[in-house]
C-alpha cells in the first residue's frame, strides 16, 4: 500500500512540474544571441576602423584589425545595457560606442553592405592635386 501512495504522489510531482514553465526563483531562459551574420549598421561610419583598440577584456589594447572575424563580430554586437539602482540603463560610454561601430564598420565594408555615400576615405584619396587647377 505504501508503494501505491508513493507512485501516486511521484505522478502528480511530475505533473505539477510539467505544467510550470521553470521552478519558481529562477530565471526565465534568455533568448538566443543573434548571429553574427546579423551585425546591425554602425550609427557612424569609422574611418580607419581597423585601428580602434579593445579597451577592456583579454584583448585590451588590440587592434580591431589584429583579430579574427569571429572576436570582431562579437565587438560589433549590441550588449546588454547595465542597469543602476533604480532600474534604468546607464547611457553607453563613448568608447564603448566607438568600438562597436568600428567593428561593425569592417564587418560591412568586407561585406561591401555600407552605403556607397558613407564608405570611409583616406586622406590621400581626398587631397586635391594643387599642380592641375581646372580654371
Given at each position: 500500500m505504501n508503494l501505491e501512495l508513493i507512485h501516486?504522489?511521484?505522478?502528480?510531482?511530475?505533473e505539477?512540474?510539467?505544467?510550470?514553465?521553470?521552478?519558481?526563483?529562477?530565471?526565465?531562459?534568455?533568448?538566443?544571441?543573434?548571429?553574427?551574420?546579423e551585425v546591425p549598421m554602425p550609427t557612424e561610419i569609422i574611418p580607419n576602423a581597423?585601428?580602434?583598440?579593445?579597451?577592456?577584456?583579454k584583448n585590451?589594447?588590440?587592434?580591431l584589425s589584429s583579430l579574427g572575424d569571429r572576436s570582431v563580430a562579437w565587438y560589433a554586437q549590441e550588449p546588454e545595457p547595465r542597469l543602476g539602482n533604480n532600474g534604468k540603463p546607464f547611457p553607453p560610454r563613448p568608447e564603448d560606442v566607438l568600438l562597436r561601430n568600428a567593428a561593425r564598420t569592417i564587418?560591412?565594408?568586407?561585406?561591401?553592405?555600407?552605403?556607397?555615400?558613407?564608405?570611409p576615405t583616406t586622406p590621400a584619396a581626398t587631397s586635391v592635386n594643387e599642380e592641375h587647377v581646372p580654371f
Open positions: 501516486a504522489e511521484l505522478i502528480r510531482i511530475r505539477a512540474l510539467e505544467a510550470r514553465p521553470f521552478a519558481s526563483g529562477a530565471p526565465p531562459a534568455k533568448p538566443a544571441a543573434p548571429r553574427s551574420d581597423g585601428e580602434v583598440q579593445v579597451h577592456f577584456g585590451k589594447g588590440v587592434a564587418i560591412h565594408q568586407k561585406r561591401g553592405t555600407l552605403p556607397s555615400a558613407a564608405v
